[in-house]
């Protein structure tokens, strides 16, 4: 079975642009979550959606950011302008819930704003 | 606020020693605990978990224990392994929430 896919793996970009990021959950989670990690703040969550609808966005930095999920196999966080105090590396992540059962996680997207 | 806090950046170990990784939380409403485990350029990986109703849960090499009263929980590694080197993550699970510590890095030498 196909894990959590990203995409891209890596994203150099200059500040001020738009900038989207994929994620593409294993088939039949229900729960698919953004996070960002830092040296500072390690993971943080940022949002997570349950069945396509977004349950808790209360880590989502600033109105910069934006996620969506239009269907069970696809979701995108869009940070617009990107600055560069957004470098890191964006992990999505997905499960069958919210309880005892893990998250998968996909391998990252390193993000550097010049 | 840090609910879930993981005090110890790094820690190095000797191959075949015991390995203990610590957890501090602050919020007594938590309902699990998991362990992560991360290496460079990949995701984290479930390790291990243990609902807060009970104190210990071991899976092979790895136990996890859990103290409700300090809210506190650990992780040990017996033995250790150059495999094992890696950065740590707990995460604790409440009511819609879902909060991972900063990590612990850890090594263990040859």
């Known amino acids: 079975d196909a894990g959590v896919i990203q995409s891209p793996r890596h994203e150099v970009t200059e500040m001020g642009q738009e900038v989207t990021l994929r994620c593409k959950p294993i088939s039949g989670h229900d729960y698919l979550f953004w996070y960002r990690q830092t040296m500072m703040r390690g993971l943080e969550l940022l949002i997570y959606?349950?069945?396509?609808?977004?349950?808790?966005d209360s880590g989502m930095p600033e109105d910069r950011f934006s996620a969506k999920m239009p269907n069970a196999s696809f979701s995108t966080l869009k940070i617009q302008p990107s600055e560069p105090r957004d470098s890191a590396v964006y992990f999505c992540?997905?499960?069958?819930?919210?309880?005892?059962?893990?998250?998968?996680f996909g391998d990252g997207t390193r993000l550097s704003i010049l | 606020d840090q609910q879930v806090k993981q005090n110890s950046p790094s820690l190095s170990v000797q191959e075949g020693r015991i390995s203990i990784l610590n957890c501090d939380y602050t919020?007594?409403?938590?309902?699990?605990f998991l362990w992560y485990k991360k290496y460079p350029a990949e995701g984290p990986t479930f390790l291990i978990s243990?609902?807060?109703?009970?104190d210990k849960n071991e899976d092979g090499r790895f136990t996890v224990f859990l103290n409700k009263s300090a809210k506190h929980l650990s992780l040990h590694i017996v033995p250790s392994q150059p495999g094992d080197s890696a950065v740590y993550f707990c995460a604790a699970i409440g009511t819609y929430k879902y909060i991972f510590g900063t990590g612990t890095r850890l090594k263990v030498l040859a």
């Open positions: 992540a997905s499960s069958l819930s919210l309880g005892d059962q893990p998250q998968h």
């Open positions: 959606f349950n069945n396509n609808v977004p349950i808790d």
């Open positions: 243990i609902s807060s109703i009970k």
């Open positions: 919020n007594s409403m938590f309902d699990y």
